[in-house]
């Protein structure tokens, strides 16, 4: 049996989406809200260091299902690259209790706490 690999879905965005993620829905700065999977992105470019190369995930919601975070970030990473010229990075914000094993295995790196958070970058 072979698994397919899930396509990228540009979807709506809804604050019905994202009633089950503990920040409620994206804020205004949202751009695109990617469905990978049993993953969904939120894309904007809020970046409090004013790189307009870098392109931020606000929100990450994960349902159950069968795709592994790395591989749904793997699959945002081409998605991004194809439709967003001009863009050269990633960046994301966690918790600093959330350890980063899916950006880990993504090759995501940890570059420094910023008002709180932990912030992660990955070049495309």
Do not use: E
Not at 19 to 27: E, I
Not at 62 to 88: D, F, K, M, N
Request: glycine share 6%; hydrophobic share 35%; aromatic share 8%.
């Amino acid at each position: 049996m072979t698994t397919r690999t899930p396509k990228p879905v540009l979807v709506r965005n809804d604050r019905a989406l994202w009633s089950a993620h503990a920040l409620g829905p994206p804020n205004r700065s949202t751009q695109a809200v990617v469905k990978i999977g049993n993953h969904l992105f939120a894309l904007g470019r809020y970046n409090q260091f004013a790189d307009d190369a870098i392109l931020s995930i606000t929100r990450h919601l994960t349902s159950p299902g069968h795709v592994p975070a790395s591989q749904a970030l793997a699959i945002l990473r081409r998605y991004v690259r194809t439709h967003w010229p001009g863009i050269l990075a990633l960046q994301t914000y966690t918790d600093p209790s959330h350890q980063g094993t899916s950006y880990r295995a993504d090759g995501w790196v940890y570059v420094a706490s910023h008002k709180g958070q932990r912030r992660w970058l990955r070049s495309i």
